[in-house]
């Protein structure tokens, strides 16, 4: 795993869901990489893993809101890679690894 910041981090069913955020800027190339994975994060047994969405891939983006209500993890807005402020919402189905739009 590597280091991000301006991630969400929300509890569910006794493991931490982790989504996007971004690496630290890179002098080099100018740019700072919004990332779009989702991680989950087992506490009991110190173990990372990586949620692959099954379809509709969602825009990388910093601090951003997210919340868990049922098996859905819900993220709000943030800033993208370009620095654009986002005013969208995603639902993310934890039983099925898929983001669903609105």
């Known amino acids: 795993m590597f280091g991000r910041h301006g991630h969400s981090a929300c509890e569910y069913k006794r493991t931490l869901i982790i989504f996007g955020g971004e690496h630290e800027f890179n002098p080099t190339l100018n740019f700072r990489e919004c990332l779009n994975d989702v991680r989950m994060f087992t506490p009991e047994n110190n173990e990372w893993k990586y949620l692959k969405s099954q379809s509709n891939p969602i825009d990388p983006r910093r601090y951003h809101s997210a919340a868990i209500h049922g098996?859905?993890?819900?993220?709000?807005?943030?800033?993208?890679?370009?620095?654009?402020?986002?005013?969208?919402?995603?639902?993310?189905?934890?039983?099925k690894n898929d983001f669903l739009v609105g």
């Open 71 to 95: 098996r859905n993890m819900y993220v709000y807005g943030g800033i993208s890679n370009e620095g654009e402020y986002l005013k969208d919402v995603w639902t993310f189905d934890l039983s």
